[in-house]
């Protein structure tokens, strides 16, 4: 396929969703597509039932934080969504992403009732970066444990978190408290011979 060229898939699914297609690109052999937030549970369900894309599996689905993003100022929504869909019937594979309109209360319809495997990566995504799935039968947090404070995969999380946990022996039983942690900058030293690169050192 010479480079620019839309691939096949690339014209079937704009085909079958139309006007939903916001936008679609092709680097190194994967297609990447883009739907609005108020288009994702139908653009997902044609993406699955239509015959010609049959996109059955859902391999993953993830969250993402735009800010700051390959270290370039990001205009437009900061968080999205992004799936990878398998087609066992064409042996063809798809990502798709939307935005979330509202970068302080992020979220998108959940796609529970489009592929019943959605429902711990959307926990994941909402654990990891605070995005809501609209009708999720059980959105809670999955990797973090109920009392953690924020979302740590989110650009503006500090490293060392907001509190600690230590057993406390005269409470007998864990405890949280602030980080004790003072947030530094390691600067790696090199220390080289003075003849370093004249070719005169020594070894070998």
């Given at each position: 396929?010479?480079?620019?060229?839309?691939?096949?898939l690339?014209?079937?699914?704009?085909r079958?969703?139309?006007?939903r297609?916001?936008?679609?690109?092709?680097?190194?052999g994967?297609l990447?597509?883009?739907?609005?937030a108020?288009?994702?549970v139908?653009?997902?369900?044609?993406l699955r039932?239509?015959p010609?894309?049959?996109?059955?599996?859902?391999?993953d689905?993830?969250?993402?934080?735009?800010?700051g993003?390959?270290?370039?100022?990001?205009?437009?929504?900061?968080?999205?969504?992004v799936?990878?869909l398998?087609?066992?019937?064409h042996?063809?594979?798809?990502r798709?992403?939307?935005?979330c309109?509202?970068?302080?209360?992020?979220?998108?319809?959940?796609?529970?009732?489009?592929?019943?495997?959605?429902?711990?990566?959307?926990?994941e995504?909402f654990?990891?970066?605070?995005?809501v799935?609209?009708?999720?039968?059980?959105?809670?947090?999955?990797?973090?444990?109920?009392?953690?404070?924020?979302?740590?995969?989110r650009k503006?999380?500090p490293?060392?978190g907001?509190v600690?946990?230590?057993?406390?022996?005269e409470q007998?039983?864990?405890?949280?408290q602030?980080?004790?942690?003072?947030?530094r900058?390691?600067?790696?030293?090199?220390?080289?011979?003075?003849s370093?690169?004249t070719?005169?050192?020594?070894g070998?």
């Amino acid at each position: 396929m010479p480079d620019g060229a839309p691939s096949l898939l690339h014209a079937d699914i704009a085909r079958i969703l139309g006007d939903r297609l916001l936008s679609a690109s092709e680097r190194l052999g994967e297609l990447t597509i883009e739907v609005r937030a108020a288009d994702w549970v139908g653009a997902c369900t044609s993406l699955r039932d239509d015959p010609a894309l049959a996109f059955s599996t859902l391999i993953d689905l993830c969250g993402m934080d735009y800010r700051g993003f390959a270290e370039q100022p990001h205009e437009g929504p900061r968080f999205a969504v992004v799936l990878h869909l398998l087609s066992i019937a064409h042996n063809r594979r798809v990502r798709v992403r939307a935005f979330c309109a509202d970068d302080e209360f992020p979220g998108v319809a959940s796609l529970i009732d489009v592929w019943a495997a959605a429902s711990w990566y959307e926990r994941e995504a909402f654990d990891l970066f605070g995005i809501v799935f609209e009708g999720h039968p059980d959105l809670r947090r999955i990797l973090t444990d109920y009392g953690f404070i924020g979302h740590p995969f989110r650009k503006d999380f500090p490293v060392s978190g907001h509190v600690e946990m230590r057993y406390d022996p005269e409470q007998k039983r864990v405890i949280y408290q602030p980080v004790t942690i003072e947030p530094r900058e390691i600067v790696p030293r090199v220390v080289r011979e003075g003849s370093y690169g004249t070719g005169k050192g020594g070894g070998g």
